[in-house]
C-alpha cells in the first residue's frame, strides 16, 4: 500500500521510456512539459530518469519506483512502451517489478473495441472483433494484474495507474492530457496555492567557497527555505557570476532573502540585479 501524500510531503518523479530518446532520433519533450504542468498547480518535480528499451533496465527503474511510492508516497509518471509492438516493453517490466501477471483489463478492453469500431465506422468498413490485427490490438489492454486504467482522451485507448504509479503512452498528445488529468483529478487536492517562489541576487567576484558559510546559516535560521548557488563562467548578460538565492513559500522566503543580501554586503562582494520568480 502506498503512502497516502499530502500538499506539504507529496513528491512527483518522472521516468521517460525509449531508445528513441537516448539515441537522439527523437528530442525529449516530456520532462519541459511535466515540469510546466507542475508548476501551474505550485508543485514540483523531484527526480527524472531516462530509461531505454532494455527490459532489464526497465524493470530495475520500476522497482525502485514502486519501492518509492510504498515507502514514501511519491508520485510517479512513466511514459512510454506501454505499446503492441516488440520493442515495447513497459508493461511486462511492471508486471515483473511487482511480481504479478498480465491479465487483459475489463475496461481497458472494452474502450478499445470501441475505438476499433470508431475506426471501422470511420473508414466506412465492417468491424471484425475475430481478425487478427483487431486481436492483436488487445494487448494494449493487457496490464499487471490490480491496475487501473487511465482515460486517454486522445483515442480512448487506456494507460494504466499502479497506486501513485501511472503509466501513459510515449506520445505527448496523448501523454500530456492523461498527466493532466491525473493531476487535476487524483492530485487536486495536492495543488499548493502558497507555490514556491525564489529571489535571488547575481553575485560578482566571489568564490562558492567563500559563500558556503553564508548560506548554511540561512537554511539553518529559516526552516522549509531551500539555498541555491547557480554558477555561470560566460552567460552572455553577466559574464562570470554567481546566482545566488533562496526559494520556498512566500511566508519564509523574504527573511531569509533580506539575511541573504545583508551576509553578502558584509562580505563586501559586488552585488548585481535581483531577480524575483
Known amino acids: 500500500m502506498s503512502t497516502s501524500p499530502n500538499a506539504s510531503s507529496a513528491t512527483f518523479s518522472l521516468i521517460i521510456v525509449g531508445d528513441e530518446i537516448l539515441s537522439g532520433k527523437r528530442q525529449d ?19 527524472a530518469e531516462y530509461v531505454g528499451d532494455d527490459r532489464p533496465r526497465i524493470e ?35 508486471a515483473a ?6 491479465a487483459l483489463h475489463p475496461q481497458a478492453e472494452a474502450l478499445i473495441r470501441e475505438r476499433m469500431r470508431d ?37 480512448k485507448i487506456p494507460g494504466f495507474s499502479v497506486g501513485d504509479v501511472h503509466f501513459v503512452p510515449g506520445f505527448p498528445v496523448m501523454a500530456w492530457p492523461m498527466i493532466e488529468g491525473l493531476l487535476d483529478t487524483k492530485y487536486a487536492h495536492l495543488h499548493r496555492h502558497d507555490a514556491y517562489i525564489e529571489k535571488s541576487v547575481i553575485v560578482f567576484g566571489a568564490m562558492e567557497a567563500t559563500l558556503t558559510p553564508l548560506m548554511e546559516a540561512v ?16 552567460h552572455p548578460q553577466y559574464g ?18 533580506m539575511q541573504l543580501r545583508a551576509g553578502l554586503v558584509a562580505l563586501d562582494v559586488t552585488l548585481g540585479p535581483e531577480l524575483a520568480r
Not at 97 to 102: M, S
Not at 222 to 231: A, D, R
Open 60 to 94: 530495475a527503474a520500476l522497482r525502485r519506483a514502486f519501492a518509492r511510492s510504498r515507502e514514501t508516497g511519491e508520485i510517479v509518471f512513466s511514459t512510454g512502451g506501454i505499446g503492441a509492438t516488440p520493442d515495447d516493453h513497459t508493461r511486462q517490466c511492471a
Open 119 to 155: 475506426v471501422a465506422r470511420e473508414q466506412g468498413v465492417a468491424y471484425e472483433p475475430d481478425r487478427a490485427d483487431n486481436v492483436h490490438r488487445l494487448n494494449m489492454g493487457v496490464f499487471p494484474d490490480g491496475a487501473e486504467i487511465i482515460p486517454n482522451p486522445y483515442n
Open 240 to 257: 562570470k557570476h554567481i546566482d545566488l538565492g533562496v526559494k520556498g513559500t512566500p511566508d519564509v522566503v523574504d527573511a531569509a532573502y
Open 29 to 47: 519533450k516530456h520532462l519541459a512539459k511535466v515540469i510546466k504542468l507542475l508548476s501551474a498547480r505550485g508543485l514540483a518535480l523531484a527526480t
Open 219 to 234: 537554511e539553518r535560521d529559516h526552516p522549509g527555505v531551500k539555498v541555491f548557488s547557480l554558477p555561470s563562467v560566460d
Open 97 to 102: 517489478a511487482l511480481d504479478v501477471p498480465l
